[in-house]
């Protein structure tokens, strides 16, 4: 999220930027070349994956900070809703689930957690 601005010459990023890699101020006029449609679609598959690749695998693990322990940080509570990556699933879907309890090691640090999901309640460590 941004400040507008007054400039009504700004330009955002926009879903409609990967889709027709311009802002999305109209529908687009469709080719009727089948052969172009489908080397469009297969670029915007491929630019998707690349985009999720590297969403999943660079973003998300900056989210996660691991400092090993040696500057404080906050502790993961009850009750937390956390995301669960699996590899199994297609890009786009995650799995959810909600913090039931944690586990802190000797120096009250949080090191496993249990985490109920659709399945049951399985311990992660964090």
Same mark, same amino acid.
């Given at each position: !999220?941004?400040?507008?601005?007054?400039? %009504?010459?700004? $330009?955002? /990023?926009? %879903?409609?930027?990967?889709?027709? $890699?311009? +802002?999305?101020?109209?529908? %687009?006029?469709?080719?009727?070349?089948?052969?172009?449609?489908?080397?469009?679609?297969? !670029?915007?598959?491929?630019?998707?994956?690349?985009?999720?690749? #590297?969403? *999943?695998?660079?973003?998300?693990?900056?989210?996660?900070?691991?400092? #090993?322990?040696?500057? %404080? +940080?906050?502790?993961? $509570?009850?009750?937390?809703?956390? /995301?669960?990556?699996?590899?199994?699933?297609? =890009? &786009? #879907?995650? *799995? !959810? &689930?909600?913090?039931? =309890?944690?586990?802190? &090691?000797?120096?009250?640090?949080?090191?496993?957690?249990?985490?109920?999901?659709?399945? &049951?309640?399985?311990?992660? /460590?964090?």
């Amino acid at each position: !999220m941004i400040t507008l601005t007054e400039n %009504p010459d700004d $330009e955002y /990023l926009t %879903p409609g930027h990967f889709l027709v $890699e311009g +802002s999305l101020i109209s529908i %687009p006029q469709t080719d009727p070349d089948h052969k172009n449609l489908k080397t469009r679609w297969q !670029m915007i598959q491929d630019m998707n994956k690349q985009f999720w690749k #590297k969403w *999943s695998s660079d973003y998300l693990q900056q989210l996660q900070v691991r400092t #090993k322990w040696r500057t %404080p +940080s906050k502790n993961i $509570e009850v009750n937390n809703i956390v /995301l669960i990556k699996d590899e199994n699933l297609p =890009a &786009g #879907k995650w *799995s !959810m &689930g909600k913090v039931v =309890a944690f586990h802190p &090691g000797k120096d009250g640090y949080v090191r496993v957690v249990s985490v109920k999901t659709k399945n &049951g309640v399985m311990q992660w /460590l964090i």
